[in-house]
C-alpha cells in the first residue's frame, strides 16, 4: 500500500481552467503538507495542516485552495491555471510522534 | 530562520568511486537534517536524518551522513557509487523540532554515474 498518494500523477490542462489535486495519506499522521518543485527543481512548502486545521500558510495566490476533509485527506484546489503554475505538486505527510515527512510521488501539472 | 546551501548543482563520479555531495545548514534552532533522493520523474525518498542522536547517520542504498557542528555542515557520503545512484540529492532543515514543522530544502545536486 502507498503511504502517501496523489492523483492525478500527470494532468495537463489549458490556462484558465480550475483543476485540483487529491492527496490522501494511510499512515495515521496528524500533518500534510503540499510542497511545490519548480522547473529549476526548488523545492518549497506551500500549505501546512494539522488536524484539519491551517498551520501554514505561505505567500501563495489565493488561486490556491487547500481543502482537509478530514485528517488523512489534503486535497488543492487551484482556480484560473496560468502557465507558471506548472510545476510537481508533492503532498507529504508527518506524524506528532515522529520529525520524518513522507512525501508522495508528486503530480505534474502542465498548464498550456 | 533557517537555510541550506548545497555546494555544487552537479557531481559527476565514476563507478565504484567516492561519492560525496555536500550540504552546509544556518539554524537558529538545534538542528534536524535530511538527505532526500530523487529519481526521474518520481518523488522524494528519505535517505537519512539526524535528529540530535548519533553525529554519524547511516541511510538507506549505503549512504551515510556526518553532523559537524562547528562547520555547521552535513555532507552525505558513499564509498562506492554506483549506477542506480544516479538522482537529484536534495539535503533540507526542519525550521523546527517535530513534526508541527516544515523542511527548508537545498536547491540539490544531480549526481551523474559514468560507466
Known amino acids: 500500500d502507498t503511504a502517501v498518494s496523489q492523483t492525478p500523477k500527470y494532468l495537463v490542462t489549458q490556462m484558465g481552467n480550475d483543476k485540483s489535486i487529491k492527496c490522501e495519506q494511510n499512515l495515521g499522521h496528524d500533518t500534510m503538507y503540499w510542497y511545490k518543485q519548480d522547473s529549476k527543481k526548488f523545492l518549497k512548502i506551500m500549505f501546512s495542516?494539522?488536524?484539519?486545521?491551517?498551520?501554514i500558510n505561505e505567500t501563495v495566490p489565493n488561486r490556491f485552495s487547500p481543502k482537509s476533509p478530514d485528517k488523512a485527506h489534503l486535497n488543492l484546489h487551484i482556480n484560473s491555471l496560468e502557465l507558471g503554475d506548472s510545476a510537481v505538486y508533492f503532498c507529504a505527510s508527518a506524524g506528532s510522534s515522529g520529525n520524518t515527512i513522507y512525501f508522495g510521488e508528486g503530480s505534474w501539472l502542465t498548464v498550456v | 530562520a533557517q537555510s541550506v546551501t548545497q555546494l555544487g548543482s552537479h557531481v559527476s563520479v565514476s563507478e565504484g568511486a567516492l561519492v560525496l555531495l555536500r550540504c552546509n545548514y544556518s539554524?537558529?534552532?538545534?538542528?534536524?537534517l535530511f538527505w532526500y533522493v530523487q529519481y526521474p520523474n518520481q518523488g522524494l525518498q528519505l535517505l537519512l536524518k539526524y535528529t540530535s542522536a548519533a553525529t554519524l547517520v547511516k541511510g538507506i542504498n549505503g549512504f551515510e551522513a556526518e553532523f559537524k557542528k562547528s562547520e555547521t555542515s552535513f555532507h552525505l557520503t558513499k564509498p562506492s557509487a554506483h549506477m542506480s545512484d544516479a538522482a537529484e540529492y536534495f539535503c533540507?532543515?526542519?525550521?523546527?523540532?517535530?513534526?508541527?514543522?516544515?523542511?527548508?530544502f537545498g536547491k540539490g545536486t544531480k549526481l551523474s554515474v559514468k560507466p
Open positions: 539554524s537558529s534552532v538545534p538542528p534536524y
Open positions: 495542516y494539522n488536524n484539519k486545521e491551517l498551520i
Open positions: 533540507a532543515v526542519s525550521d523546527r523540532g517535530g513534526s508541527q514543522g516544515n523542511l527548508i
